[in-house]
């Protein structure tokens, strides 16, 4: 995939930026500042600059430190509540809080509010983690299904939800949900498995712990497969035609709605080649509205109009006066990638061994806005029939779907042919 300009044009083959480096500093016990906000320095003066001591704080009683240290735990809970699905930090948290409340009432309630808020929220997690497990426990491939049922009754998305509008709605609650559930520390699990202060340090002894964010990756892919699956089961032609133009109108209502990764999962779907070779099916739909959307979605110049798009959709929602307008949903792929080639194309250090506050400032920045974004409260209400069939019903696996693409339209060239007839022979057991 193609490097994110902005980013990379900020860095040079060293991997830092050279103009920052070389703009007038501020130095200060080895710690350096520019426009008073850090920029650089060594990690032993970090280190010395946070450490307490009788000039940072001159009285250390904990009444004196207590209003901060709550402060701080308010905000680590809230931020970063995964963290603490560990025993041994929620063990060190319940420790903490204990010599914190000693003898102080209003301290004692204040951190009585956080702990409960905190395992109201992994109680939360845990739940939504089961729900999860048990649809991809029972995930089935649309075929097998297909074999045991008679195809007259075989339901597909119309028949549930019949209006774009409605289906666009319910995919970008579906959207907001999952990606409340991805916590911000899942974006370094990700991408570090290094020391983030030393490139040859590994400092991750334990698997990633990015279930949350994979999960919304595979949601994306499903949703995908699921476009291309209501597309290519129809029999008839005029029945698939209605289909495409039907995800077209969806995919639009999630462009108004500010919800750019169902527009995308659904573009990639109807790009698929199982249902881009239907060209006797294209030939009936009228494309015009999806030419639109894919030059709002085209890859070139690394997606210059979604970002585009996706920054007009941001300005709006700061401004925005209901939840309706506050929603962005960016396209997460591409989310990942900019986050991705940050991370690698600059430093960890500077090279006069100065930790590179630059880098972790952008990293922030990023992660910062995504984290508002998928706070957002979604204002439409719940069809659960329509969620339960976006989220339950099976999909074709790729050959299921060049199968039924050959038996709607037949096969154009011989290596089609030979394709057909080995799909058919092992999905159908026929020749």
């Not at 990942?336 to 930790?355: A, T």
Request: proline fraction near 5%; charged fraction near 25%.
């Amino acid at each position: 995939m193609p490097q994110t300009p902005p980013f990379a044009a900020m860095f040079d083959s060293s991997g830092y930026n050279r103009n920052l480096y070389l703009s007038k500093e501020d130095n200060c016990g080895g710690l350096y500042y520019h426009d008073n906000n850090l920029i650089s320095g060594s990690l032993e003066a970090l280190i010395q600059h946070l450490v307490p001591n009788v000039d940072y704080y001159p009285d250390t009683r904990i009444r004196k430190i207590a209003p901060k240290i709550l402060q701080l735990l308010t905000e680590w809970t809230e931020t970063f509540p995964y963290d603490f699905r560990d025993e041994r930090m929620m063990r060190n948290l319940k420790e903490l809080a204990q010599r914190i409340t000693s003898g102080d009432e209003m301290y004692r309630k204040n951190v009585q509010q956080i702990i409960q808020a905190l395992i109201r929220k992994l109680a939360s997690l845990s739940q939504y983690e089961e729900v999860l497990a048990k649809i991809n426990a029972t995930a089935t491939d649309r075929l097998t299904v297909l074999k045991t049922k008679p195809q007259s009754i075989q339901r597909d998305i119309l028949t549930v939800c019949n209006d774009p509008y409605t289906l666009a709605q319910q995919l970008t609650r579906i959207e907001l949900e999952r990606l409340n559930y991805i916590g911000p520390e899942e974006f370094v699990q990700a991408f570090v498995q290094k020391d983030p202060l030393d490139n040859d340090k590994s400092c991750y002894g334990n698997p990633k712990k990015t279930r949350n964010l994979e999960a919304y990756v595979e949601w994306f892919n499903r949703l995908s497969y699921l476009v291309a699956t209501e597309i290519c089961m129809p029999v008839k032609k005029k029945h698939r035609a209605r289909m495409i133009e039907y995800f077209i109108d969806v995919a639009r209502e999630c462009f108004n709605i500010g919800n750019f990764n169902s527009l995308m999962a659904i573009i990639s779907g109807m790009n698929m080649s199982p249902v881009s070779r239907l060209k006797k099916t294209w030939a009936k739909v009228k494309t015009a509205k999806f030419d639109i959307l894919e030059h709002q979605m085209d890859p070139s110049s690394n997606f210059y109009n979604y970002r585009t798009a996706l920054r007009g959709a941001a300005q709006r929602s700061l401004t925005a006066h209901s939840s309706r307008e506050k929603i962005v949903i960016p396209f997460f792929s591409l989310l990942i990638k900019d986050i991705y080639f940050l991370n690698e194309g600059c430093s960890n250090r500077l090279p006069n061994g100065h930790v590179n506050f630059e880098k972790f400032w952008e990293l922030a920045k990023q992660v910062s806005e995504f984290m508002t974004w998928k706070q957002v409260e979604c204002p439409f209400e719940r069809d659960r029939k329509i969620l339960q069939y976006l989220l339950t019903i099976p999909v074709f696996s790729e050959d299921a779907l060049y199968l039924a693409s050959y038996e709607s339209e037949g096969p154009e060239n011989h290596i089609e042919k030979d394709r057909w007839k080995t799909l058919r022979s092992t999905l159908l057991g026929r020749v």
